[in-house]
């Protein structure tokens, strides 16, 4: 059964940082790109950023609202992906949530984890 | 960047069926993928690539894509249906591939 568990959320000041981690079993961790996600109070779904698995290089793609402030990283050893979140603005404030990319190329993400809260409030 | 527009809220007694739309300018010519959001659960897939439904997810629930509208239609909705559904596409060739809808809250009344 696959299953992603995302840690690491919390309260946090304006400016500070944050790691949070999602940690994937189920599946061929390394197979696949892993992506973030975040849902706002009152709004809807963010696509954060993503990261490819191995074979392409391990490369990430993120959002014009995050770039810059945070990255995303991979260890395949320990099946868990990582979100660096630094310079946190208010705005920040969301769940966060881990999701597994679909097959490649395919452009959808079938398995997600419960999300962790995190709050940027001084 | 490409934007996908979603009614706010859609209201159906149960039974009935509800019919969600995602616009976007020739939608149809992107695969179109759906997600149901329970309050404080997880996002599910519920379609993928317009029409395909992941192992688990009832035959309730299909969809379609062509010109400038993707639907989702869930059948003989049901209470535990209630939840926000989201459409989502991947732009190629974009540094912001992936596109998601502001959402639809589906009411049963």
């Known amino acids: 059964e696959v299953q992603l568990v995302e840690s690491g959320g919390g309260l946090v000041q304006p400016g500070r940082s944050l790691r949070l981690s999602c940690t994937a079993s189920g599946f061929t961790f390394g197979d696949y790109a892993m992506s973030w996600f975040r849902r706002a109070p009152g709004k809807g779904l963010e696509w954060v950023g993503f990261i490819r698995s191995k074979p392409f290089g391990e490369t990430s793609e993120y959002a014009a609202s995050v770039k810059g402030r945070f990255s995303i990283s991979r260890d395949d050893s320990t099946n868990i992906a990582y979100l660096q979140m630094n310079s946190l603005k208010t705005e920040d404030t969301a769940v966060y949530y881990c999701g597994r990319d679909g097959p490649f190329g395919t452009g959808f993400f079938d398995f997600w984890g419960l999300g962790t809260l995190v709050t940027v409030s001084s | 960047s490409y934007v996908l527009t979603q009614p706010p809220s859609v209201s159906v007694a149960p039974g009935q069926t509800a019919r969600m739309t995602c616009g976007g300018d020739?939608?149809?010519?992107?695969?179109a993928h759906w997600y149901q959001q329970k309050a404080g659960q997880a996002p599910v897939l519920v379609v993928y690539e317009d029409s395909n439904r992941p192992s688990g997810i009832p035959g309730r629930f299909s969809g379609s894509n062509s010109g400038n509208t993707a639907t989702l239609t869930i059948s003989g909705v049901e209470a535990g249906d209630e939840a926000d559904y989201y459409c989502?596409?991947?732009?190629?060739?974009?540094?912001?591939?992936?596109?998601f809808g502001g959402g639809t809250r589906l009411t049963v009344l």
């Open positions: 020739n939608i149809g010519r992107k695969d």
């Open positions: 989502q596409v991947w732009e190629t060739s974009s540094d912001h591939p992936v596109i």
